[in-house]
């Protein structure tokens, strides 16, 4: 992996939580479980509409950037692995509508998701 491709990659896993991290410090409303692990102090904001699905994609994009880099480039990383972290990803939001692990099910973070998944793609053509 070249400098230029590890500093891309690290960027590409940085840049989308801390953006993820500032929306939901300024844009969602009310207290999410997030913040009550993270931030003891709750600040009632304004919700913005793309303040429950940005986070999601930015968190999405954020983690298949660093398995591409744990594989020294998203090339070497097995087909499967793709498979098993799209599976997992998208599963965790149909398993929330099943009520089956805690959470709301938002078919709108589902299609962040895919998104991502689609962003990440096109970079890498490109890397």
């Known amino acids: 992996m070249t400098t230029r491709s590890l500093s891309l ?9 801390m953006v993820g991290v ?18 003891s102090d709750s600040v009632e904001k304004t919700p913005r509409a793309y303040a429950h699905w940005l986070p999601d994609y930015l968190w999405c994009l954020s983690l298949l950037f660093l398995v591409a880099l744990i594989w020294q480039g998203a090339r070497h990383v097995p087909r499967t692995w793709w498979v098993v972290l799209w599976a997992g990803i998208t599963g965790t939001e149909l398993l929330q509508y099943g009520h089956i692990i805690f959470g709301t099910a938002d078919w709108g ?16 053509q490109k890397l």
């Open 9 to 17: 990659h690290l960027l590409g896993i940085a840049a989308p939580l």
């Open 22 to 39: 500032a929306v939901y410090r300024t844009a969602r409303s009310g207290t999410t479980l997030f913040e009550s692990w993270l931030f």
């Open 109 to 124: 973070d589902v299609l962040a998701y895919q998104l991502a998944f689609l962003t990440f793609l096109i970079i890498n």
